[in-house]
């Protein structure tokens, strides 16, 4: 005789599937988010000395977004902004970068990426560089994630106190190259799992492609369930290292090999997809947190048409790579509407109908219309453009960008002539000059007035509302 079920247990049971539909249904979220990886660093975006075949693969079957801003030209900051949707102002994290002494990091109180889609039940996993604080309170485990495996700063610090690290300069690099037991003997960078220090030093040589294990392992653990996959690689950051089995050991094509082994991983990511099934409901997001680091020569990367790099509020310091691939994204297409990290939170709620909390304001928007093609305008409008340091230093608004760049405090205020020297005032019309080469500032004094209005209104709500970090003090 078959026992009949009781109600409850029935609707306990109905109520199980409904919410195990839903949940599947929701799309699944990758980030890739590389370091220091200039604007012409890809094949789809001009390079013609790296090949990335599996990276271009996302343009082909994706939009690539050329007009795509990060909120600092440094780590940390830019970090902060692509996770809360603010620029680093708002959070508290926009002065420079943190170091293995700094007693500061993100607020775990501020909502991440991470946050908004655990609250939905989506896994979510971090791995690679984070470098918003090292302390326990701050690490990824703190902000969203279930679980953390990677550095906690860049790649060219040490624990614990940043000391005792080689000679610097691309001739340094070169020496570091040639030398791969380097990433051992010279460095002192540690690598966490969750809380907790698992190998001191890090062996650098195998980092890109152990953390590309590590989301891959996730990735196969939850195929069944939603999940949230943040993939900071510490490369193509300096020291460049790479698995002995790939190197070139030619130091001047140190930069190359390191991209090129970056495309490698990322072709093992999606084809893991691929063979899961899972490739129609993911979102794979591939952009950089700021330009190359252009003054490591062979080991740092290359702006393509644009001017300057990492560390200044030109295009080549702030304008990155981007490719989105996913459900509704249209294939092969490009966009130059002007979007950038820290509109992808807001996008990420929208996809999944989920609203942002109303007690945090964010600086983000919802572009989900523009990742999809439906609209080529983007709800953006104008970008501020904050110094490594957190400094106002300018806006682009439409294709007007406007640049008021302070000179440097002198070391000797106390010397003859010491007179302080006028700002520099730099206009740009990004439509006709993308590579900031004709300062229009004399021949438009009223589109500099006007910029020059608005940039510092903005910023003046920004300090005003402006929450604090996390700290030991």
Not at 155 to 166: A, F, L, S, V
Not at 343 to 357: F, G, S, V
Not at 434 to 448: D, F, R, S, W, Y
């Amino acid at each position: 005789m078959i026992a009949r079920l009781s109600p409850l247990l029935s609707g306990f049971i109905l109520l199980s599937a409904l919410v195990s539909q839903t949940l599947a249904a929701k799309p699944n979220f990758i980030l890739i988010f590389t370091d220091d990886q200039g604007y012409g660093d890809l094949s789809c975006f001009g390079s013609e000395t790296i090949k990335t075949p599996h990276i271009d693969r996302l343009a082909t079957e994706g939009r690539k977004f050329t007009s795509f801003m990060v909120a600092s030209p440094v780590c940390t900051p830019s970090r902060a902004a692509l996770l809360t949707a603010c620029y680093p102002k708002r959070v508290g994290m926009h002065q420079h970068v943190l170091f293995p002494a700094s007693k500061k990091g993100l607020h775990p109180e501020e909502h991440t990426i991470a946050d908004h889609l655990k609250a939905q039940g989506y896994a979510t996993g971090c791995f690679g560089k984070w470098h918003l604080g090292h302390h326990p309170e701050v690490l990824p485990t703190a902000n969203g994630f279930d679980t953390y495996f990677g550095i906690p700063y860049s790649n060219d610090m040490n624990h614990p106190d940043n000391k005792g690290k080689p000679k610097g300069g691309h001739a340094g690099m070169d020496i570091l190259w040639k030398d791969p037991e380097s990433t051992l003997i010279k460095w002192k960078t540690p690598l966490f799992e969750d809380e907790k220090m698992v190998e001191w030093p890090v062996d650098q040589r195998t980092i890109t492609r152990r953390c590309t294990q590590k989301a891959i392992d996730f990735v196969k653990e939850h195929q069944d369930d939603p999940f949230f996959v943040y993939l900071p690689h510490s490369m193509p950051h300096i020291p460049l290292y790479v698995p002995d089995d790939v190197r070139d050991p030619d130091p001047k094509n140190a930069y190359i090999n390191t991209i090129e082994h970056i495309d490698t991983e990322v072709g093992r990511l999606l084809d893991t997809l691929d063979d899961l099934k899972l490739t129609d409901n993911t979102y794979v997001i591939y952009t950089t947190d700021n330009g190359p680091w252009l003054p490591f020569r062979h080991h740092g990367g290359s702006a393509g048409p644009l001017r300057n790099g990492k560390g200044t509020t030109f295009e080549g310091g702030q304008r990155v790579p981007c490719l989105v691939r996913g459900p509704g994204i249209p294939a092969g297409t490009s966009s130059n509407a002007l979007t950038g990290t820290i509109d992808i939170l807001p996008t990420i709620a929208a996809l999944t109908e989920t609203p942002l909390p109303e007690d945090k304001k964010v600086d983000g928007l919802d572009v989900s219309d523009l990742w999809k093609g439906t609209t080529e305008e983007s709800p953006r409008t104008e970008f501020i453009h904050y110094t490594s340091n957190g400094h106002l230093e300018g806006l682009r608004q439409g294709n007007w960008k406007l640049l008021i760049k302070k000179p440097r405090p002198r070391r000797n205020q106390n010397a003859p002539n010491n007179e302080a020297k006028p700002p520099q005032i730099l206009l740009f019309d990004l439509s006709e000059d993308i590579g900031e080469q004709t300062n229009l500032a004399e021949q438009h004094p009223e589109i500099v007035a006007r910029l020059q209005t608005r940039m510092e209104a903005l910023d003046r709500e920004i300090t005003e509302n402006a929450r604090a970090p996390w700290t030991t003090e």
